[in-house]
């Protein structure tokens, strides 16, 4: 995933709403969506656009890609394979992110945000069935065990975020020991457990045309 450089706070304030990019930031009077509610830019303020059809695909399709921090030659290979799987072409393609290790170390309350969960898995400092895994694109599986590396136990970031997180509800694909910090998944993510408003159902039509 090639860096983003700037501000993330614009790419909240291009697609409308809360993405949710730098943790408790996101949840208090600090957002830039709190404080600007309009596109970054010289025109931002200009009333927004009317979008219709494709224009609307591609803002869902960019802002589930901007949610999780994939860029578009990855995100496609996602869809590709979920298209092929049998079910639900885009409940599937959630699933394949869900089940990204970077993201589930910040289900796990682990990492802020998903940035910073894909920081942690690249410094190598979580092991999945005991194995070091440094590759924040990883896709866990029903049966897994998720933990931090024994080396990595007192890293001090790794626990304020636990004891900051404390009050966060875990998806119940997780079978969470917050003391140990380790994790085991149980199942394939749940379509209604995504809380953020996606509509994936766009992002398939943009795909199939």
């Known amino acids: 995933m090639a860096r983003q450089m700037g501000p993330v706070c614009r790419l909240c304030r291009r697609e409308g709403t809360k993405l949710f990019l730098k943790g408790e930031r996101c949840h208090s009077e600090k957002c830039a969506i709190e404080r600007r509610n309009f596109p970054p830019g010289q025109h931002g303020q200009a009333r927004r656009p ?23 030659g990855q995100f496609r290979r996602y869809f590709e394979k979920a298209a092929v799987k049998k079910g639900i072409t885009g409940e599937l393609l959630l699933q394949f992110l869900e089940r990204r290790l970077d993201n589930v170390v910040h289900r796990m309350g682990l990492a802020s945000s998903r940035a910073q969960g894909r ?68 199942s394939n993510p749940q379509r209604q457990e995504i809380a953020q408003p996606i509509q994936e159902q766009l992002i398939v039509e943009l795909y199939s045309k």
Not at 139 to 154: A, C, F, L, T
């Open 119 to 186: 920081q942690a898995v690249r410094h190598g400092h979580f092991q999945v069935n005991g194995r070091k895994v440094d590759i924040p694109s990883y896709i866990v599986k029903p049966g897994d065990i998720v933990e931090v590396r024994p080396g990595s136990r007192e890293n001090k970031t790794l626990l304020a975020n636990r004891d900051a997180s404390a009050h966060q509800a875990i998806p119940s694909w997780i079978d969470l020991d917050r003391d140990n910090l380790r994790a085991k998944i149980l």
């Open 50 to 72: 009317r979008m219709l059809g494709y224009g609307v695909q591609l803002r869902e399709k960019q802002k589930v890609r901007r949610i999780y921090g994939i860029l578009e």
